[in-house]
């Protein structure tokens, strides 16, 4: 029997498509029925994800509150400090004036000497007082105890190597430096008047405002 080749896979291609369409497409007479739209409902954010600081979050800061960082940062929410800080007054005088002794018989400035190691014991603070003796009792029975101005120079010595400033101290400075044109730094000054009692500041003022320098203040020193 002959079999035509062509109309044999011709039919062979119509039966394979048949079985293998898709769903009936509607006519053009059909109506088109639309697809429900179904709206997901939104997952609610927890408390935890609500960032912290931000209005309406618990712990938050409203919109119309006012923040205590920017009054802290600027300033304006403390005043007065400068006056609260002073450095430490407490302590006991440094003692051993009395056991300073001359290298012999020729040292004419050492009674003086002598004298003014004890009110610089007295007049300056006594952590300043205790390096200024410390810096005289290295010299006893030296010549260098001789030397008419070695209490003045162990005095100084104490007060710039002093580490505490009194804030409080730049206005009392500020007339003298502004007098001195220059010759006089604020910084000398508020040292000189951080380092001795308060009852010796007012000597220091009258030193720094005469001499436009602190390094002869400490023969004012009582």
């Known amino acids: 029997m002959q079999i035509d080749r062509s109309r044999?896979?011709?039919?062979?291609a119509t039966m394979a498509s048949g079985a293998c369409g898709g769903a009936a497409q509607p006519g053009a007479g059909d109506?088109?029925?639309?697809?429900?739209?179904v709206t997901l409902p939104e997952e609610e954010k927890p408390a935890s994800a609500v960032p912290?600081?931000?209005?309406?979050?618990?712990?938050?800061?409203?919109?119309?509150?006012?923040?205590?960082?920017?009054?802290t940062l600027d300033g304006?929410?403390?005043?007065?400090?400068?006056?609260?800080?002073?450095c430490d007054d407490d302590g006991v005088a440094p003692k051993g004036c009395s056991t300073l002794r001359a290298p012999g018989?020729?040292?004419e400035s050492f009674t003086d000497t002598r004298d003014m190691c004890g009110k610089l014991a007295h007049g300056l603070k006594p952590s300043v007082a205790e390096k200024a003796v410390d810096c005289l009792l290295a010299?006893?029975?030296k010549q260098s105890i001789c030397s008419f101005d070695a209490a003045n120079q162990c005095g100084m010595s104490a007060v710039r190597k002093a580490s505490?400033?009194?804030p409080s101290t730049q206005s009392a400075c500020a007339p003298a430096v502004k007098a001195c044109g220059g010759r006089l730094s604020t910084k000398d000054c508020q040292a000189l008047l951080s380092a001795v009692?308060?009852?010796?500041r007012q000597n220091m003022i009258a030193c720094v405002t005469e001499g436009c320098s602190i390094d002869y203040c400490m023969y004012s020193v009582e």
């Open 197 to 200: 009692t308060s009852k010796n």
């Open 31 to 37: 109506p088109v029925v639309a697809a429900p739209v």
């Open 76 to 86: 304006t929410g403390v005043t007065g400090l400068e006056d609260l800080v002073t």
């Open 139 to 141: 010299k006893s029975g």
């Open 8 to 12: 044999f896979l011709l039919l062979t």
């Open 105 to 107: 018989p020729q040292c």
């Open 164 to 166: 505490c400033i009194e």
């Open 52 to 71: 912290r600081g931000v209005a309406g979050s618990p712990g938050g800061t409203g919109a119309d509150e006012p923040s205590a960082i920017v009054a």
